[in-house]
């Protein structure tokens, strides 16, 4: 456990922004998170859990509390069963390198999400997902600290509250995520490509798999082409991904428009309503601050920009699409002491 001299909270995320925090601590042990977090609790100091950081934003006056930067790493086997294995992995442990190890050892079910930044134990909070694969669909469990009752508890899939880009650990200071498990199939082969995107450059059918090497590198240049993948030289990827949920709405707004079926509504696309809307890539009001070039749905620090500014950008894009096609945008990030 270190107690850091911080600067600006910008260090520690992927948009490179956010101002001081009241004091940081960096920890790589999770009994001292909990420890730390039941002290923060008993006393009311506001406490602020960062890991990767990269799918925050924080104000530029930063947060006045204490900031716990999560460091824990480790992954180990806890169940092998039908063809599956459980393991289990500590929460500051990058997601990548983790989605990684697990395709080294032949288990197949985060292929889709290789590339994706931040820690794993963000993943449950976001539900995070991409190419036909959500996190979701392999998670059994979430050992978190529980600040009401004061005990470290696991929490079984049922009880996570998943749904899309959501769960009862987003928006909630409830839980602090400690490890997470995974029951992943023991296959050299892909779960099943359902991303139509993913299966054109693939050249399969939706449906067939492929080896896991292929699904990851496949999954990664298209995350690249993108500007998804970190790049410290590449300002594009300065961001939090996708900044914009693609919303669902009860009715399309245009019947000819992009959409999937979804419950008894439609997902729409995002980044098709804010194109139509008049924002292109690239497109800027200044600030320091721009919506990708390679992508529609990542706002972009591009060096010198702010957390006003970024939200000033959103608030444009969110009223324009808003006035064009009376459909609502919501972030995707978690915002800290700022607002959307």
């Known amino acids: 456990m270190i107690d850091a001299h911080p600067g600006p909270l910008g260090a520690y995320t992927t948009l490179r922004l956010g101002g001081p925090p009241g004091t940081l601590t960096v920890v790589s042990e999770t009994d001292d998170a909990v420890a730390i977090v039941r002290k923060a ?17 924080v104000g530029d006056a930063g947060f006045g509390g204490h900031v716990l930067l999560l460091r824990t790493r480790g992954m180990r086997e ?36 290789s590339g994706i930044p931040g820690s794993a134990g963000a993943t449950p909070i976001q539900n995070v997902g991409a190419y036909g694969q959500e996190v979701a669909e392999t998670i059994v469990a979430v050992h978190a600290y529980d600040r009401v009752t004061d005990r470290v508890v696991a929490m079984d899939a049922s009880e996570c509250g998943f749904a899309y880009r959501t769960s009862v650990f987003k928006h909630s200071d409830r839980w602090v995520v400690l490890e997470v498990d995974f029951r992943l199939a023991l296959s050299a082969e892909s779960a099943p490509i359902k991303y139509a995107e993913l299966a054109r450059q693939l050249g399969v059918r939706a ?45 399309l707004p245009e019947e000819s428009m992009p959409n999937w079926p979804n419950g008894d509504g439609f997902k729409l696309p995002a980044a098709w309503l804010i194109e139509r809307s008049g924002f292109h890539k690239g497109f800027t009001t200044g600030g320091g601050v721009a919506i990708s070039s390679k992508h529609t749905l990542a706002l972009t620090n591009r060096g010198e ?16 699409v808003r006035d064009r096609f009376g459909v609502e945008l919501h972030p995707e990030p978690v915002l800290v002491n700022c607002a959307l």
């Not at 990058?94 to 985060?110: I, K, M, N, Q, Y």
């Not at 090497?213 to 300002?235: C, F, H, I, S, W």
Request: net charge negative; hydrophobic share 45%.
């Open 41 to 57: 609790t008993a006393s009311g100091e506001p406490t602020l859990i960062l890991a990767g950081g990269s799918n925050v934003v």
């Open 78 to 113: 806890v169940a092998r069963d039908d063809g599956h294995v459980t393991v289990r992995v500590a929460a500051g442990e990058p997601w990548d390198a983790f989605v990684a190890r697990t395709l080294g050892l032949g288990l197949s079910g985060l292929e889709c999400l």
């Open 207 to 251: 449906g067939d798999r492929v080896p896991l090497d292929r699904a990851r590198e496949t999954v990664l240049k298209l995350r690249a082409g993108k500007g998804m993948v970190l790049d410290p030289d590449d300002r594009d990827t300065w961001s939090v991904g996708s900044f914009f949920t693609n919303p669902i709405v009860a009715a």
């Open 305 to 320: 920009g702010s957390t006003s500014a970024l939200l000033d950008l959103a608030r444009i894009i969110r009223d324009g």
